[in-house]
């Protein structure tokens, strides 16, 4: 009986986040734990359902570490994490005949610029040359060379805001026992595109990057390609390979992997203007909020904690607090200080503290409050969409004037409204609530406000690249350098039988 071995490993980190990420950052769960995601809108949970609906394969759950967005994984921390991720993989792979690993891109720690690259080939070496390793990737990762080299193939996420994590693990599962099951040589062709792009095009949904992923999908539907994707990096991710890339993986054909591959990327590349975030000045958007019915949301994208940023900016309710908005303001904040002292105070308090830059104060001066403590809770919940567990630590509901804050001491994903409703608050009560994400799901904001303002704010996840001081990617890169060239090259990766 085939004996396939499943490892997951995650973290999207911004290489301007001030504060490094450490080993506690990460969930690590082993074993049988695995079998928690089934039923899970996760790519192990779409990959179980596929393994286990095949009577003849038995599948080796190893080590799962999942860590939040923050800044570059401490030296310390890399050693700890993948010395463990290494030793759990060693301990049961030479009985195993195929490899399965869920993966981001867009690690990154000091002395290694390229996690996933570093496992792969560990994984790799331990394998052999001739069994099957596949993996799936975040579209915001990076896939580099190294990685490349030591796979069969691979599957990318297809939808933004994210929603296909369970469908993309199913792909990948799918891929794995179609190349178990024969002996082609799979052709994956890359071509690299020297851009970086935000911005709401982005939204497959609805933007011009969705139309080029449909065009991806539909040559894995007809069987023109095994697998295919385009990634867009995390452009706050600051590594070697931070780039665009288009991927196609074949069965036996390198020039239909490469033609694909190369007309996707020419067809990417004169629409990477369009693929901007396209900022509004916070002074504007409040002097336009205080003319419309609402309710509003106010987009803080440059705060981002899914993309890594720290989650303490106070810009946007500094701004409302200056400018005497009127209207009820919601909005969410990290700082575990001012989290501490409304727990020691006790609901019904009033506590004289300050909100924001608690982690970046370089960026943020913290914002001083009188505020009355409304609510206080362990900060627990679970993501809207994937119903994964969320940990934010004590976590307070702060109420002052016209606003109310939900403080939380760690930093998490805020993608969706789960940490809002955990906490005793709904958006739809409030005439405008702030986001800490680029971009939600429809449902979630983007249906029902009258208005979703993209605010340019400072950050370590702002959409205005250029302004971040990439120092480390390649160059020229768009945008910062607006007249990079691109002569779209194809390069293609086949494993050759030992």
């Not at 301990?91 to 867009?106: E, F, M, P, Q, W």
């Not at 595109?193 to 992923?213: F, M, Q, S």
């Not at 979703?452 to 160059?475: K, Q, V, W």
Request: charged share 20%; hydrophobic share 40%.
């Amino acid at each position: 009986m085939p004996r396939i071995l499943l490892l997951d490993c995650k973290q999207e980190i911004s290489s301007f986040n001030p504060l490094k990420s450490e080993y506690e950052n990460f969930h690590v769960t082993r074993g049988d734990e695995f079998f928690a995601h089934r039923g899970l809108n996760t790519e192990i949970g779409g990959a179980l359902s596929v393994f286990e609906a095949e009577q003849d394969i038995e599948v080796v759950p190893s080590i799962a570490a999942r860590a939040g967005s923050a800044g570059l994984l401490s030296s310390e921390g890399w050693a700890r994490l993948s010395a463990e991720i290494l030793e759990t993989v060693a301990a049961k792979i030479a009985t195993c005949d195929a490899v399965y690993a869920s993966l981001h891109g867009a690690m990154a720690a000091e002395g290694e610029l390229d996690p996933e690259g570093h496992l792969l080939t560990e994984i790799r070496r331990m394998l052999g040359p001739d069994k099957r390793l596949v993996i799936s990737l975040d579209l915001h990762g990076i896939c580099t060379d190294r990685m490349l080299r030591q796979i069969n193939g691979l599957t990318l996420y297809h939808t933004y805001p994210h929603v296909d994590f369970g469908d993309t693990g199913a792909r990948a599962a799918r891929l794995l026992l179609r190349l178990m099951a024969n002996d082609a040589r799979p052709q994956i062709a890359r071509v690299v595109i020297p851009a970086l792009v935000r911005g709401d095009e982005l939204v497959t949904a609805t933007g011009c990057y969705g139309d080029l992923i449909r065009e991806c999908q539909r040559i894995e539907r007809d069987g023109t390609a095994l697998a295919a994707g385009i990634m867009i990096g995390n452009p706050f991710t600051d590594v070697p390979e931070l780039c665009s890339q288009v991927l196609v993986t074949t069965e036996a054909d390198a020039a239909s992997a490469k033609r694909e591959a190369l007309r996707l990327a020419e067809e990417f590349w004169p629409l990477r203007h369009r693929m901007q975030g396209k900022l509004i000045p916070l002074d504007r958007a409040i002097l336009q909020a205080r003319t419309m019915k609402g309710p509003l949301a106010f987009t803080d994208a440059a705060d981002a904690t899914s993309s890594g940023a720290t989650g303490d900016s106070n810009a946007i309710l500094r701004g409302l607090a200056d400018a005497a908005y009127q209207g009820r303001v919601l909005a969410q904040i990290v700082d575990a200080p001012a989290a501490k002292a409304a727990h020691k105070a006790g609901i019904g308090a009033e506590i004289d503290v300050t909100l924001g830059g608690s982690i970046d104060p370089q960026r943020y001066a913290p914002m001083p409050v009188r505020a009355r403590v409304k609510l206080l809770s362990d900060g627990k919940s679970r993501l809207e969409t994937m119903q994964t567990p969320l940990d934010a630590g004590p976590t307070a509901v702060l109420t002052f004037g016209n606003f109310t804050v939900v403080v939380l001491s760690k930093t998490i994903s805020l993608f969706d409204r789960a940490m809002y409703y955990a906490n005793g608050c709904n958006p739809r009560d409030f005439d405008l609530t702030v986001v800490k994400s680029p971009h939600t799901e429809f449902h979630m904001y983007d249906a029902w406000v009258e208005k979703n303002f993209n605010i340019d704010a400072p950050g370590a996840t702002s959409a205005d690249l250029p302004s971040l001081g990439h120092t480390i990617c390649a160059r020229p890169m768009y945008p910062m350098e607006p007249d990079t060239v691109f002569s779209p090259e194809a390069i293609v990766y086949q494993r050759e039988p030992s």
